[in-house]
Protein backbone atom coordinates (compact mmCIF):
# COMPACT_ATOMS: atom_id res chain seq x y z
CA UNK A 1 0.00 0.00 0.00
CA UNK A 2 2.03 3.25 -1.00
CA UNK A 3 0.88 6.89 -0.71
CA UNK A 4 -1.34 7.80 -3.89
CA UNK A 5 0.25 11.83 -3.58
CA UNK A 6 4.07 9.97 -4.07
CA UNK A 7 5.46 9.63 -7.62
CA UNK A 8 3.84 5.75 -7.82
CA UNK A 9 0.53 6.75 -7.03
CA UNK A 10 0.25 9.41 -9.45
CA UNK A 11 1.57 7.58 -12.37
CA UNK A 12 -1.44 5.39 -11.85
CA UNK A 13 -3.38 8.41 -11.14
CA UNK A 14 -1.78 10.28 -14.69
CA UNK A 15 -2.36 6.50 -16.31
CA UNK A 16 -6.59 6.65 -15.30
CA UNK A 17 -6.72 10.74 -15.72
CA UNK A 18 -4.96 10.79 -19.22
CA UNK A 19 -7.59 7.93 -20.84
CA UNK A 20 -10.27 9.38 -22.23
CA UNK A 21 -12.49 6.37 -21.09
CA UNK A 22 -11.96 6.80 -17.47
CA UNK A 23 -14.76 6.97 -14.34
CA UNK A 24 -13.61 8.57 -11.22
CA UNK A 25 -16.18 7.60 -7.96
CA UNK A 26 -16.17 8.63 -4.72
CA UNK A 27 -17.59 7.30 -1.28
CA UNK A 28 -19.44 10.24 0.35
CA UNK A 29 -18.58 9.85 4.08
CA UNK A 30 -15.38 9.97 5.60
CA UNK A 31 -13.83 10.35 2.06
CA UNK A 32 -15.84 13.49 0.08
CA UNK A 33 -17.36 14.83 3.34
CA UNK A 34 -15.44 14.79 7.12
CA UNK A 35 -17.09 11.81 9.18
CA UNK A 36 -19.27 14.40 11.64
CA UNK A 37 -20.61 13.48 15.54
CA UNK A 38 -24.21 14.80 13.25
CA UNK A 39 -24.70 12.25 10.30
CA UNK A 40 -27.28 14.95 9.15
CA UNK A 41 -24.35 17.60 9.10
CA UNK A 42 -22.03 15.73 6.48
CA UNK A 43 -21.46 18.35 3.37
CA UNK A 44 -19.26 18.93 1.59
CA UNK A 45 -16.79 21.89 1.70
CA UNK A 46 -16.16 24.46 -0.84
CA UNK A 47 -12.85 23.90 -1.73
CA UNK A 48 -13.97 19.84 -2.25
CA UNK A 49 -17.27 20.54 -4.26
CA UNK A 50 -15.21 23.02 -6.18
CA UNK A 51 -12.53 20.86 -7.05
CA UNK A 52 -15.50 17.67 -7.09
CA UNK A 53 -17.19 19.82 -9.99
CA UNK A 54 -14.52 20.71 -11.73
CA UNK A 55 -13.41 16.79 -12.56
CA UNK A 56 -17.07 16.19 -13.26
CA UNK A 57 -17.41 18.60 -16.16
CA UNK A 58 -14.25 17.15 -17.66
CA UNK A 59 -15.06 13.04 -17.13
CA UNK A 60 -17.70 10.71 -15.75
CA UNK A 61 -18.03 10.92 -11.57
CA UNK A 62 -19.78 8.89 -9.49
CA UNK A 63 -20.49 9.36 -5.83
CA UNK A 64 -20.93 5.68 -4.54
CA UNK A 65 -22.60 6.01 -0.89
CA UNK A 66 -23.77 3.82 2.31
CA UNK A 67 -26.58 6.77 2.29
CA UNK A 68 -29.51 6.36 0.71
CA UNK A 69 -30.30 8.59 -2.96
CA UNK A 70 -32.89 11.11 -0.98
CA UNK A 71 -30.28 11.24 1.21
CA UNK A 72 -27.74 11.73 -0.89
CA UNK A 73 -29.06 13.93 -3.71
CA UNK A 74 -29.07 17.50 -2.13
CA UNK A 75 -25.74 16.93 -0.68
CA UNK A 76 -23.90 16.97 -4.21
CA UNK A 77 -26.60 19.05 -5.81
CA UNK A 78 -25.18 21.30 -8.41
CA UNK A 79 -22.49 18.28 -9.60
CA UNK A 80 -23.01 16.55 -12.40
CA UNK A 81 -22.58 12.94 -10.93
CA UNK A 82 -23.83 9.98 -11.34
CA UNK A 83 -25.16 8.78 -7.45
CA UNK A 84 -25.05 5.05 -6.10
CA UNK A 85 -26.92 4.51 -2.44
CA UNK A 86 -27.64 2.26 0.07
CA UNK A 87 -24.32 0.59 -0.43
CA UNK A 88 -25.04 -0.59 -4.01
CA UNK A 89 -28.99 -0.97 -4.01
CA UNK A 90 -29.47 1.99 -5.20
CA UNK A 91 -28.74 3.48 -8.70
CA UNK A 92 -29.15 3.27 -12.54
CA UNK A 93 -27.90 -0.39 -12.38
CA UNK A 94 -30.45 -1.79 -10.22
CA UNK A 95 -33.41 -3.84 -11.50
CA UNK A 96 -37.21 -2.96 -10.20
CA UNK A 97 -37.26 -6.73 -8.85
CA UNK A 98 -33.66 -6.24 -6.76
CA UNK A 99 -35.47 -2.69 -5.31
CA UNK A 100 -38.44 -5.04 -4.44
CA UNK A 101 -36.78 -7.89 -2.91
CA UNK A 102 -34.86 -5.16 -0.75
CA UNK A 103 -37.54 -3.26 0.47
CA UNK A 104 -39.90 -6.29 1.51
CA UNK A 105 -37.06 -7.58 3.32
CA UNK A 106 -36.56 -4.64 5.44
CA UNK A 107 -40.08 -4.31 6.05
CA UNK A 108 -40.18 -7.63 7.90
CA UNK A 109 -36.85 -6.66 9.44
CA UNK A 110 -38.11 -3.48 11.62
CA UNK A 111 -41.19 -5.18 13.19
CA UNK A 112 -38.29 -7.46 14.90
CA UNK A 113 -36.09 -4.24 15.15
CA UNK A 114 -39.45 -2.32 16.56
CA UNK A 115 -39.65 -5.24 19.29
CA UNK A 116 -35.55 -4.48 20.24
CA UNK A 117 -36.16 -0.98 20.43
CA UNK A 118 -35.84 -0.18 23.91
CA UNK A 119 -32.69 -1.95 24.36
CA UNK A 120 -31.56 -0.32 21.59
CA UNK A 121 -32.15 3.40 22.95
CA UNK A 122 -31.11 1.78 26.28
CA UNK A 123 -27.44 1.46 24.63
CA UNK A 124 -27.62 4.42 22.66
CA UNK A 125 -27.81 3.41 19.50
CA UNK A 126 -30.30 4.86 16.17
CA UNK A 127 -32.01 3.14 13.50
CA UNK A 128 -32.04 4.65 10.04
CA UNK A 129 -34.18 3.13 8.35
CA UNK A 130 -32.90 3.85 4.62
CA UNK A 131 -36.10 2.13 3.21
CA UNK A 132 -33.46 -1.04 1.02
CA UNK A 133 -31.41 -1.53 4.15
CA UNK A 134 -31.14 -0.64 7.89
CA UNK A 135 -28.49 1.50 9.85
CA UNK A 136 -26.91 0.91 13.13
CA UNK A 137 -25.56 4.30 14.47
CA UNK A 138 -23.76 4.15 17.87
CA UNK A 139 -21.41 7.07 17.27
CA UNK A 140 -23.03 9.26 20.53
CA UNK A 141 -23.28 6.00 22.55
CA UNK A 142 -21.74 5.74 25.74
CA UNK A 143 -20.36 2.61 25.40
CA UNK A 144 -19.44 1.18 22.09
CA UNK A 145 -19.52 -2.08 23.44
CA UNK A 146 -22.36 -2.09 24.75
CA UNK A 147 -23.95 -0.43 21.53
CA UNK A 148 -22.21 -3.13 19.51
CA UNK A 149 -23.68 -6.23 22.10
CA UNK A 150 -27.08 -4.81 21.45
CA UNK A 151 -26.98 -4.07 17.80
CA UNK A 152 -25.50 -7.85 16.91
CA UNK A 153 -28.10 -9.38 19.32
CA UNK A 154 -30.66 -7.63 17.72
CA UNK A 155 -29.12 -8.77 13.77
CA UNK A 156 -28.31 -12.16 14.81
CA UNK A 157 -32.53 -12.19 14.82
CA UNK A 158 -33.07 -11.11 12.07
CA UNK A 159 -34.52 -13.05 8.89
CA UNK A 160 -33.50 -13.55 6.47
CA UNK A 161 -29.98 -13.31 7.86
CA UNK A 162 -28.38 -9.96 6.70
CA UNK A 163 -24.81 -9.16 5.24
CA UNK A 164 -23.23 -7.27 7.76
CA UNK A 165 -20.83 -4.31 7.00
CA UNK A 166 -19.04 -2.72 9.23
CA UNK A 167 -18.50 1.42 9.21
CA UNK A 168 -17.31 4.11 11.53
CA UNK A 169 -19.46 3.77 14.30
CA UNK A 170 -22.05 1.95 12.20
CA UNK A 171 -23.47 -1.31 11.37
CA UNK A 172 -24.85 -1.60 7.91
CA UNK A 173 -27.85 -4.61 7.62
CA UNK A 174 -28.05 -5.50 3.80
CA UNK A 175 -30.63 -7.91 2.11
CA UNK A 176 -28.82 -11.39 1.20
CA UNK A 177 -27.71 -11.70 -2.56
CA UNK A 178 -28.40 -7.64 -3.14
CA UNK A 179 -25.95 -5.67 -4.88
CA UNK A 180 -22.85 -3.92 -3.43
CA UNK A 181 -20.40 -1.03 -4.17
CA UNK A 182 -18.06 -3.25 -5.81
CA UNK A 183 -21.04 -5.12 -8.42
CA UNK A 184 -22.09 -1.35 -8.55
CA UNK A 185 -18.57 0.02 -9.72
CA UNK A 186 -18.40 -2.70 -12.41
CA UNK A 187 -21.90 -2.46 -13.85
CA UNK A 188 -21.60 1.94 -14.19
CA UNK A 189 -18.34 0.89 -15.65
CA UNK A 190 -19.94 -1.63 -18.04
CA UNK A 191 -23.11 1.64 -18.92
CA UNK A 192 -20.46 3.83 -19.27
CA UNK A 193 -18.35 2.14 -21.63
CA UNK A 194 -15.45 2.74 -18.97
CA UNK A 195 -11.62 1.35 -19.83
CA UNK A 196 -10.43 2.35 -16.51
CA UNK A 197 -11.24 3.89 -13.82
CA UNK A 198 -10.26 4.81 -10.38
CA UNK A 199 -12.26 4.81 -6.24
CA UNK A 200 -11.74 6.11 -3.04
CA UNK A 201 -13.07 5.05 0.22
CA UNK A 202 -12.28 5.00 3.22
CA UNK A 203 -13.57 1.83 5.46
CA UNK A 204 -14.69 -1.29 5.40
CA UNK A 205 -17.88 -0.84 3.46
CA UNK A 206 -15.61 0.22 0.62
CA UNK A 207 -13.54 -3.12 0.66
CA UNK A 208 -16.27 -5.02 -1.78
CA UNK A 209 -14.30 -2.61 -4.49
CA UNK A 210 -10.99 -2.11 -3.40
CA UNK A 211 -10.86 -6.45 -3.32
CA UNK A 212 -12.27 -6.46 -6.63
CA UNK A 213 -9.73 -8.74 -8.86
CA UNK A 214 -10.22 -6.08 -11.50
CA UNK A 215 -6.66 -4.42 -12.91
CA UNK A 216 -8.68 -1.88 -14.80
CA UNK A 217 -9.44 -0.03 -11.88
CA UNK A 218 -7.28 1.72 -9.17
CA UNK A 219 -8.13 2.43 -6.01
CA UNK A 220 -7.26 4.37 -3.11
CA UNK A 221 -8.28 4.43 0.97
CA UNK A 222 -8.12 7.79 2.93
CA UNK A 223 -6.17 6.60 5.90
CA UNK A 224 -3.10 3.76 5.66
CA UNK A 225 -4.32 -0.06 6.69
CA UNK A 226 -2.83 -2.74 6.43
CA UNK A 227 -5.58 -5.34 5.78
CA UNK A 228 -7.26 -2.83 3.46
CA UNK A 229 -6.95 -4.15 -0.05
CA UNK A 230 -6.76 -1.00 -1.33
CA UNK A 231 -3.48 -0.45 -3.74
CA UNK A 232 -3.03 3.08 -2.40
CA UNK A 233 -3.90 5.03 0.36
CA UNK A 234 -4.51 9.11 0.97
CA UNK A 235 -3.24 9.98 4.36
CA UNK A 236 -5.86 12.18 5.37
CA UNK A 237 -9.37 13.27 4.48
CA UNK A 238 -8.13 16.62 4.22
CA UNK A 239 -6.13 15.73 1.22
CA UNK A 240 -8.86 15.10 -1.31
CA UNK A 241 -8.80 18.66 -2.48
CA UNK A 242 -5.27 18.30 -3.48
CA UNK A 243 -6.57 14.86 -5.16
CA UNK A 244 -9.51 15.79 -6.78
CA UNK A 245 -7.79 18.95 -8.17
CA UNK A 246 -5.03 16.95 -9.81
CA UNK A 247 -7.21 14.93 -11.52
CA UNK A 248 -9.06 17.47 -12.92
CA UNK A 249 -5.33 19.15 -14.11
CA UNK A 250 -4.52 15.68 -15.86
CA UNK A 251 -8.02 15.42 -17.26
CA UNK A 252 -7.35 19.01 -18.98
CA UNK A 253 -4.11 18.77 -19.82
CA UNK A 254 -5.26 15.84 -21.94
CA UNK A 255 -8.33 17.26 -23.59
CA UNK A 256 -5.85 19.90 -25.41
CA UNK A 257 -3.09 16.85 -26.13
Known sequence: MQDVLR????RALDRVAGQGAALFAFDFDGTLA???QDRDAAVLTHPIREALHALAVKAPTAVISGRSLV???PRVAGIPTHLVGNHGLEGLH???????QARDCCRAWLKTVLKEELNLTRAGVVVEDKTYSLTFHYRQASSSQAAREAIFHTAALLSPAPRLVL??????TIPPGSLHKGSAMLELMHQLQSSVALYVGDDDTDEDVFSLPDERIVTVRIGKKAASAAQFYLERQSQMGLLLTYLAQIRSRASVA
Do not use: F, W, Y
Open 94 to 100: TSERVMH
Open 71 to 73: DLQ
Open 34 to 36: RIV
Open 167 to 172: GKSVVN
Open 7 to 10: APGK
